[in-house]
């Protein structure tokens, strides 16, 4: 479907505390609430230790926004925004309206709307006391038509938010507690997860998430998201917990962050941290046997109405042993997976799935400007190097970051055009690190498949073409191609072409490069040139190199070689070489 962004914090489990000043900013419209509503509400939130904002300095108001609240919102884990009657009459309210919006989109500050004595559908159509405001405001000669805008569209926006309406007659302290409640949960029980350092684009993927979870409703939802390595999935899930777990009983972010396969112990932990942090107990809770953490965790949180995250799951057994069903859990709850490996989702039956991909251009370059000058424009002269390192990373978030911090504070553009060809030599090792734990799990035959694929047939290809030829080698393709889509390392267009990733092809590239650094002649594959021709001509092949395969740019090209030249490759399976011509004829090649 979409993609968000990623930092290096993405691929780890690290959160932070707080780092909000205040808990709470109230936004209000004084004369309406000032001396009702709203101060009952602030009294009743500082009274439950929830640290408020309030503006004590309505009365001093001129027509620009107060300089103390912008920080104060900025500050504020949370904004209330009591929307009464003549809310939109004050220009101030909405210049905070628009402020404490962009502040959701870029901090994913927690947004609560308290629809006082006015129907929604007001606000967001601007119909009645709202539209009436608007025009007056429109008829003023210091309102721009573009800040009218602003002003309008932030109406529809918050209009469109999950909010409390107390209707006229309504039961106002019954109210109040409730919106204290909610608050006090996420302030007391919701620990706050570092999501990003630069969070680009991360705002229409929460939203997207948060429509498929339905949270509210009383059923119980698994969902899952999966996508390739370095995708920003860790990122997604971290996002959208900050933005929803105060609307439970109880959450936790668990990363699995290991391969639990087979690993009773680990698994064991992992129920025992579960146990522990859903019910805030300072101990670890003691789990003998991963059959009665299971049934602790069905028995205890049959009847809560639970937030949980699974992150980076990798093996089926850790969702049976983790989170069996959906009546693990009390109504109303929600479970959230991460995994690179689709088939998971499908095998364990959630109820939706969200697919990350690329980021689109403009994000890709803004998250990479972010991280290696600070800025979200390149600096001058530097907007093509941009271009180049974005198309080279194919807008995955994670090449975006790492090689954003690379070049940070490299100031001279020789060092830029040597860092890009390195990295078109050898990919960056935080990005090879990431990548190949996918390809580390494979079985040997999938392993075999990706690495053919990855060092000799180009995007395009169609791929019943490559299946035929891999499938001549007994790696039994039409069982381990599905495997590789589920696990977003290939992919098939409409047209039923191959397609995979430039970095995951470099990263089998270099998983074969790494076979012997210094040694062409002891690698498996050989695909480049310079290794074809140095293998041959200099006679260096061992009985390791299975397949040769390259396609020369021009027909005269040359290879001179020894007769003999093939006669240790033994098990030598593939050999292509296209536009070339060899000095003698190739009479050593094995029989098979």
């Given at each position: 479907?979409?993609?968000s962004t990623i930092s290096s914090s993405s691929s780890s489990s690290s959160s932070v505390t707080s780092p909000w000043l205040y808990d709470v900013f109230l936004s209000f419209r004084g004369e309406d609430t000032r001396d009702t509503f709203t101060s009952h509400l602030y009294h009743a939130l500082i009274q439950k230790g929830i640290r408020t904002f309030i503006d004590d300095d309505e009365v001093k108001r001129g027509d620009e926004i107060s300089t103390k609240l912008l920080p104060a919102i900025e500050d504020s884990r949370i904004s209330i925004i009591v929307l009464s009657k003549n809310y939109a009459s004050s220009t101030w309210c909405l210049d905070e309206l628009v402020k404490i919006l962009e502040c959701k989109k870029s901090k994913q500050q927690i947004v609560l709307p308290v629809f006082y004595h006015v129907d929604p559908s007001d606000i967001r159509h601007q119909n009645g006391s709202f539209g009436e405001a608007l025009a007056k405001h429109a008829e003023k000669l210091n309102v721009d038509h573009m800040k009218l805008q602003m002003w309008k569209a932030a109406l529809r926006e918050v209009a469109n938010l999950s909010g409390d309406h107390l209707i006229r007659n309504g039961n106002e302290s019954k109210f109040i507690e409730k919106i204290v409640q909610d608050v006090s949960r996420m302030a007391n029980n919701h620990l706050y997860l570092h999501v990003a350092e630069h969070p680009v684009g991360l705002e229409p993927h929460v939203e997207h998430v948060n429509l498929l979870l339905r949270v509210g409703m009383k059923d119980i939802r698994m969902i899952g998201i999966f996508g390739l390595g370095g995708i920003g999935k860790t990122t997604l899930a971290k996002a959208i917990y900050n933005s929803i777990a105060f609307r439970f009983e109880a959450s936790y972010f668990l990363p699995i962050d290991s391969d639990t396969r087979n690993q009773v112990n680990r698994l064991v932990q992992l129920q025992e941290t579960l146990l522990s942090k859903i019910f805030g107990e300072c101990k670890s809770l003691k789990?003998?046997?991963?059959?009665?953490g299971m049934t602790m965790i069905k028995r205890r949180l049959r009847s809560k109405r639970v937030l949980l995250i699974l992150d980076a799951v990798h093996h089926l057994d850790q969702l049976k042993k983790l989170a069996g069903a959906c009546d693990w859990f009390g109504e109303g709850s929600r479970i959230i997976i991460t995994t690179r490996d689709q088939h998971l989702l499908t095998a364990h039956g959630v109820d939706s799935t969200f697919e990350m991909t690329g980021m689109n251009q403009d994000d890709a370059c803004q998250l990479f400007c972010r991280h290696a000058f600070q800025r979200e424009k390149p600096v001058d002269g530097y907007g093509e190097f941009v271009e180049q390192i974005v198309n080279y990373a194919q807008r995955l978030p994670l090449a975006l970051t790492v090689l954003g911090l690379d070049l940070n504070g490299r100031s001279e553009k020789s060092e830029w055009e040597s860092a890009l060809d390195q990295?078109?030599?050898?990919?960056?090792?935080?990005?090879?690190?990431i990548l190949q734990t996918s390809y580390d799990r494979l079985s040997e035959n999938e392993q075999n498949v990706f690495l053919d694929i990855a060092c000799f047939f180009f995007n395009?290809?169609?791929?019943d073409h490559v299946?035929?030829?891999?499938?001549s080698f007994d790696f039994y393709p039409n069982s381990c191609i599905p495997r590789l889509k589920e696990k977003c390392l290939i992919s098939e267009d409409f047209y039923g072409r191959l397609q995979m990733h430039d970095l995951l092809r470099d990263m089998g590239r270099e998983v074969v490069r790494k076979e012997s650094p210094k040694n062409p002649g002891e690698r498996s594959r050989l695909f480049r040139h310079k290794d074809v021709r140095n293998v041959l001509e200099e006679d260096i092949g061992t009985c390791r190199v299975e397949a040769i395969v390259l396609d020369f740019p021009k027909g005269d090209d040359i290879i001179r070689l020894d007769p003999k030249a093939f006669k240790n490759l033994k098990r030598l399976r593939l050999f292509i070489c296209r536009n070339a011509q060899f000095s003698e004829e190739l009479n050593s090649l094995p029989d098979e």
């Amino acid at each position: 479907m979409a993609l968000s962004t990623i930092s290096s914090s993405s691929s780890s489990s690290s959160s932070v505390t707080s780092p909000w000043l205040y808990d709470v900013f109230l936004s209000f419209r004084g004369e309406d609430t000032r001396d009702t509503f709203t101060s009952h509400l602030y009294h009743a939130l500082i009274q439950k230790g929830i640290r408020t904002f309030i503006d004590d300095d309505e009365v001093k108001r001129g027509d620009e926004i107060s300089t103390k609240l912008l920080p104060a919102i900025e500050d504020s884990r949370i904004s209330i925004i009591v929307l009464s009657k003549n809310y939109a009459s004050s220009t101030w309210c909405l210049d905070e309206l628009v402020k404490i919006l962009e502040c959701k989109k870029s901090k994913q500050q927690i947004v609560l709307p308290v629809f006082y004595h006015v129907d929604p559908s007001d606000i967001r159509h601007q119909n009645g006391s709202f539209g009436e405001a608007l025009a007056k405001h429109a008829e003023k000669l210091n309102v721009d038509h573009m800040k009218l805008q602003m002003w309008k569209a932030a109406l529809r926006e918050v209009a469109n938010l999950s909010g409390d309406h107390l209707i006229r007659n309504g039961n106002e302290s019954k109210f109040i507690e409730k919106i204290v409640q909610d608050v006090s949960r996420m302030a007391n029980n919701h620990l706050y997860l570092h999501v990003a350092e630069h969070p680009v684009g991360l705002e229409p993927h929460v939203e997207h998430v948060n429509l498929l979870l339905r949270v509210g409703m009383k059923d119980i939802r698994m969902i899952g998201i999966f996508g390739l390595g370095g995708i920003g999935k860790t990122t997604l899930a971290k996002a959208i917990y900050n933005s929803i777990a105060f609307r439970f009983e109880a959450s936790y972010f668990l990363p699995i962050d290991s391969d639990t396969r087979n690993q009773v112990n680990r698994l064991v932990q992992l129920q025992e941290t579960l146990l522990s942090k859903i019910f805030g107990e300072c101990k670890s809770l003691k789990v003998d046997s991963i059959d009665k953490g299971m049934t602790m965790i069905k028995r205890r949180l049959r009847s809560k109405r639970v937030l949980l995250i699974l992150d980076a799951v990798h093996h089926l057994d850790q969702l049976k042993k983790l989170a069996g069903a959906c009546d693990w859990f009390g109504e109303g709850s929600r479970i959230i997976i991460t995994t690179r490996d689709q088939h998971l989702l499908t095998a364990h039956g959630v109820d939706s799935t969200f697919e990350m991909t690329g980021m689109n251009q403009d994000d890709a370059c803004q998250l990479f400007c972010r991280h290696a000058f600070q800025r979200e424009k390149p600096v001058d002269g530097y907007g093509e190097f941009v271009e180049q390192i974005v198309n080279y990373a194919q807008r995955l978030p994670l090449a975006l970051t790492v090689l954003g911090l690379d070049l940070n504070g490299r100031s001279e553009k020789s060092e830029w055009e040597s860092a890009l060809d390195q990295y078109r030599k050898i990919p960056h090792e935080d990005i090879q690190k990431i990548l190949q734990t996918s390809y580390d799990r494979l079985s040997e035959n999938e392993q075999n498949v990706f690495l053919d694929i990855a060092c000799f047939f180009f995007n395009g290809q169609g791929l019943d073409h490559v299946i035929k030829i891999l499938d001549s080698f007994d790696f039994y393709p039409n069982s381990c191609i599905p495997r590789l889509k589920e696990k977003c390392l290939i992919s098939e267009d409409f047209y039923g072409r191959l397609q995979m990733h430039d970095l995951l092809r470099d990263m089998g590239r270099e998983v074969v490069r790494k076979e012997s650094p210094k040694n062409p002649g002891e690698r498996s594959r050989l695909f480049r040139h310079k290794d074809v021709r140095n293998v041959l001509e200099e006679d260096i092949g061992t009985c390791r190199v299975e397949a040769i395969v390259l396609d020369f740019p021009k027909g005269d090209d040359i290879i001179r070689l020894d007769p003999k030249a093939f006669k240790n490759l033994k098990r030598l399976r593939l050999f292509i070489c296209r536009n070339a011509q060899f000095s003698e004829e190739l009479n050593s090649l094995p029989d098979e």
